[in-house]
C-alpha cells in the first residue's frame, strides 16, 4: 500500500505540489517568527550573557542588568575572602550622555570593567586590541551603533557626562535591547563618565575556583552580604528578560503574533491536507472497488499525510536556514534553537495525520460504484 500511496501523490503533480507549498509555508512561519522573538528577547541579556561571570551580586532588588543599583564597593573583599571564589570584581552600569560633534546628543550606556582583569568587559571585537581599552580616555563602540554617534573613526574624540572619550575600537554585535548605544570602558573612568563616586559600583562579577559548588557559594554570599542579592549568570539572564517581557507587554504582543502564525500555518497545512485527500475521492473509490477494505484506505490516507509532512517539513527547515543566513543581524537577530525546530516539524506532522483523518471518515462512505459513472 506504501507504493500505491506514492503513486497516487505523484499521479497528480500539481496537486502534491499545493500540498507540499502549504507545509513548508507552516514550516517556515512558525520558526522564522519563533527565531525572530527569541533572538529579539535575549538583547535583554546581553550584558550578562558576554560577561563570563558564573556568579552576579548586586543591590538585593536587581531585576534588570541594564538599570542596576548601586552597592558599596568595599563590599567585595567579603566577597572575595569566600572559599570558592577565584576572583570577584566590581562592575559598572549606567547611562550617560555622549554629545556630537554636530551639537546634537546622544544617550549612552557606559559599561566600565576592571582594568586589570577586564573581566565582563567586551568579547567580540570587530576592530582594535582588547588591551587598547586601559589607554588613556578609551572607549569601544559597537560597528552597529556607530551611525547613531555620527560614524566615529579610530582615534577620534567625543565628550561623555562632559568627560573625554577616544574611540580605541569597534565591537560587532553587542546590540542591546534598548536603542541606547554600549560604551565600553575601564571602571574608574566609567565612574567619570557616570559622576559615580569611586567607593559604589553596580555589581561585583564572581568567577568560581575549579570544583567549587555554585548554591554553597551564594549562600555564603548571602550570609556575608545580606542586603545583597546573588544570582548565576543564567539567573540573571532570565531575570533581565523576565523584566521586558512581563513591564513592557512585549511577551503578550510578540507571543500572541508568534501564536497566531503558528495557528495560520496549521490550518493551512490541515486545509491542504483535507482537500488534497478529497480531491483524491475518485482514486480511493476505484481502490475500493479491486478490494481494498478499510484498513488499506486508512494506510495509504495515513502513508500520504506523513509523506507529505517529512517531505514538507525538510524543505521548510532548508528554507528556513537560508532566510536565517540572508536576514540574521545583529539589531533584527534571528535565534532558532533545535527544540523550536524539532517542535514545529511534530507539530506539523501531527496535524496533517489529524488532517487526513478527517475526510478519511468520509472515504469511509464512499461507494465504489463512482468509478463506474
Avoid at 572619550?165 to 554600549?182: D, K, S, W
Avoid at 507587554?249 to 500572541?256: N, Q
Avoid at 491542504?272 to 480511493?284: H, K, P, W
Amino acid at each position: 500500500m506504501d507504493e500505491v500511496a506514492v503513486k497516487m501523490l505523484f499521479a497528480d503533480r500539481g496537486k502534491l505540489f499545493t500540498a507540499l507549498v502549504g507545509v513548508v509555508f507552516a514550516v517556515v512561519l512558525v520558526n522564522v517568527q519563533g527565531g525572530l522573538f527569541i533572538g529579539l528577547i535575549r538583547k535583554a541579556s546581553l550584558l550578562v550573557d558576554q560577561g563570563s561571570a558564573d556568579i552576579w551580586v548586586g543591590h538585593r532588588r536587581m531585576n534588570n542588568v541594564d538599570f542596576p543599583h548601586d552597592i558599596p564597593r568595599q563590599w567585595i573583599h567579603r566577597v572575595r575572602s569566600i572559599e570558592g571564589v577565584e576572583r570577584a570584581e566590581p562592575y559598572v552600569v549606567g547611562h550617560s550622555v555622549m554629545t556630537l560633534p554636530s551639537g546634537g546628543f546622544e544617550q549612552v550606556l557606559v559599561v566600565g570593567s576592571d582594568s586589570a582583569s577586564l573581566l565582563g568587559g567586551v568579547s567580540q571585537l570587530a576592530v582594535g586590541d582588547p588591551q587598547s581599552i586601559r589607554e588613556p580616555d578609551a572607549i569601544f563602540l559597537d560597528t552597529g551603533d556607530l551611525d547613531k554617534v555620527e560614524n566615529p573613526q579610530i582615534g577620534e574624540v567625543r565628550e561623555i557626562g562632559r568627560r573625554r572619550a577616544r574611540i580605541a575600537g569597534y565591537t560587532e554585535g553587542i546590540l542591546g535591547f534598548l536603542v541606547t548605544p554600549y560604551v565600553f570602558t575601564t571602571l574608574d573612568r566609567a565612574s567619570d563618565y557616570l559622576r559615580k563616586p569611586t567607593d559604589r559600583v553596580s555589581y561585583f562579577l564572581v568567577e568560581l575556583s575549579p570544583g567549587a559548588d555554585t548554591d554553597q557559594v551564594q549562600g555564603l554570599i548571602r550570609q556575608r552580604l545580606p542586603d545583597a542579592e546573588t544570582m548565576t549568570c543564567n539567573e540573571y539572564a532570565w531575570v533581565s528578560i523576565d523584566y521586558w517581557l512581563r513591564r513592557t507587554g512585549i511577551g503578550l504582543s510578540f507571543g500572541a503574533a508568534t501564536g497566531l502564525g503558528l495557528i495560520v500555518g496549521l490550518i493551512v497545512v490541515g486545509q491542504t491536507l483535507y482537500a488534497s485527500v478529497l480531491d483524491r475521492m475518485n482514486e480511493f473509490a476505484t481502490l475500493k472497488a479491486i478490494g481494498a477494505n478499510e484498513s488499506q484506505i486508512r494506510a495509504v490516507v495515513l502513508c500520504q499525510a506523513l509523506l507529505l509532512a517529512l517531505v514538507g517539513s525538510a524543505i521548510g527547515l532548508v528554507v528556513t536556514g537560508v532566510l536565517q543566513t540572508l536576514l540574521d543581524n545583529p539589531r533584527a537577530p534571528i535565534s532558532i534553537p533545535w527544540l523550536v525546530s524539532v517542535g514545529s516539524c511534530v507539530m506539523v506532522t501531527a496535524i496533517c495525520l489529524v488532517a487526513s483523518l478527517a475526510p478519511y471518515l468520509r472515504l469511509r462512505r464512499i461507494d465504489p460504484a463512482l468509478v463506474l459513472h
